[in-house]
């Protein structure tokens, strides 16, 4: 089935820094979300894309609809401590179900104070 | 906040027995989802509704069963659990112009 290939898998980074994260696809996408779970909870969906080249923030946080609509990034500024958790891309098949996503395997991050 | 919730929140049973899990919601979504998550495999659907008495098969459907016999609860069954069955279980809904999915908050599922 269609796989997408979320990188890195793990950041260590010192609070203050920005972060970045990335997740493409073999086939091309119509929609991009980015999900973050802290420990013990469900992911919560944190910014959604619809269209090539589109750029949205949601506070700190920036993500983009690649132009070739294979891929997708998020970039955090000025992480926080409670940035840490795991961030999920996942997407939508153009060639697919609208109500069936792809996710991506997760970025572990960690922010040291 | 989807209105999602999930019973039990966590659950330790023996292989070979039934297992149900509940998902509940209150706004009348109409498509709900079970997923599974483990180590390394990021989230697998297991199987979807997109109505009542209407249901389909996810990429990892072996071993389990679902019903939904009214819009609000949507029920995962595991008929004989295994071991390999041990994970940590979302329902999910869908929502939004673009289908945006949202999670409840999981149930983990031991089995020993």
């Known amino acids: 089935g269609q796989q997408l290939n979320q990188s890195p898998q793990s950041m260590f980074i010192q609070e203050g820094e920005d972060v970045s994260m990335n997740c493409t696809s073999s086939?091309?996408?119509?929609?991009w979300l980015w999900y973050k779970q802290d420990p013990g909870e469900g992911p919560v969906l944190l910014i959604a894309?619809?269209?090539?080249?589109e750029l949205t923030s949601n506070g700190r946080l920036t993500a983009q609809f690649g132009i070739t609509r294979k891929d997708s990034f998020l970039n955090i500024s000025a992480s926080i401590p409670s940035d840490v958790g795991i961030y999920f891309c996942?997407?939508?098949?153009?060639?697919?179900?609208?109500?069936?996503?792809?996710f991506g395997k997760g970025t572990l991050l960690t922010v040291n104070p | 906040d989807a209105g999602i919730t999930q019973s039990p929140r966590h659950k330790v049973t023996e292989t070979g027995t039934p297992v149900t899990l509940r998902c509940h919601q209150t706004e009348n979504h109409r498509y709900m989802y079970w997923y599974r998550q483990d180590p390394g495999h990021g989230l697998r659907l297991i199987h979807y509704?997109?109505?009542?008495?209407?249901?389909d098969k996810g990429e990892v459907s072996d071993g389990y069963s679902v019903s939904r016999s009214k819009t609000e609860d949507f029920l995962l069954t595991l008929e004989s659990a295994t071991s390999s069955q041990t994970s940590v279980y979302f329902c999910a809904i869908t929502e939004g112009l673009a289908y945006e999915q949202y999670f409840g908050p999981g149930t983990r599922l031991t089995v020993t």
């Open positions: 086939s091309i996408f119509n929609t």
């Open positions: 996942a997407g939508r098949d153009s060639g697919g179900s609208n109500y069936k996503l792809t």
């Open positions: 894309l619809y269209k090539a080249g």
């Open positions: 509704s997109y109505g009542v008495k209407d249901t």
